[in-house]
């Protein structure tokens, strides 16, 4: 999705390391979503946030860290605490209003040796 | 809680065969149902949704019917092509619970010429 730019693409790191993956949107939607993808577990919730300087914690928040403190920007930490980190991370953005349509960037896979 | 049973993948057709991927799933109330498509090293795109018992969500040829005596959200297409192949992921967000989408595990799909 054009409006949503998830960087790096590809990102590798040691063990022990935080790392922060960025997520920025610029449709102007006030809900934004980090998502994990391990093969065959479809996704799992991280974090989301619906407004600026409010976020919670989704079903596996564990050894991770977010901020929303701008509308465009929701970076995601991976911490050392995080046990098993390697993994596909999509952050995904949605309008108000129940039932809108996440919309989600391309992803950012994190590989920690 | 709430959960999303997608049948394991993956499925190999080949081109011009009829498809039907089943999706069942667990929750209280009306939930609204999606079925989302991620191609290869992207993001995933909404493909079809309904929000009510009854309702046919369809796009691109493929459709999908919400069915709450069965619990049932299956999708289908008539005639796939190659460039059908991908991971196709059911979803349900709850009623009046904003964006929040519980996912299956995700169903592969390979389209051979």
């Known amino acids: 999705d054009g409006g949503i730019t998830q960087s790096p693409k590809y990102l590798f790191r040691k063990e022990g390391q935080n790392v922060t993956l960025s997520c920025e949107q610029n449709l102007n939607h006030d809900a934004m979503y980090w998502y994990r993808q391990d093969p065959g577990q479809g996704l799992r919730l991280i974090y989301y946030s619906q407004i600026v300087n409010d976020f919670q914690k989704g079903d596996i928040a564990e050894g991770y860290s977010v901020s929303r403190e701008k509308k465009e920007s929701f970076p995601l930490t991976v911490t050392s605490a995080q046990k098993n980190p390697t993994a596909f991370y999509l952050c995904a953005t949605a309008s108000t209003g129940p039932n809108s349509p996440l919309h989600f960037g391309n992803g950012t896979r994190l590989t920690v040796t | 809680g709430d959960s999303v049973t997608q049948m394991e993948g993956p499925v190999t057709l080949s081109e011009e065969a009829f498809l039907t991927i089943n999706c069942t799933y667990t929750?209280?109330?009306?939930?609204?149902l999606f079925w989302y498509v991620q191609y290869p090293g992207e993001g995933l795109q909404l493909l079809l949704k309904a929000t009510k018992a009854d309702d046919k969500g369809s796009n691109k040829g493929f459709e999908a019917t919400y069915r709450k005596e069965t619990t049932s959200f299956h999708l289908e297409k008539g005639s796939v092509q190659v460039s059908d192949s991908a991971v196709y992921f059911c979803a349900l967000t709850p009623n009046n619970a904003g964006n929040m989408l519980t996912f299956g595990g995700g169903t592969r799909l390979m389209v051979k010429p």
């Open positions: 929750a209280t109330g009306y939930p609204s």
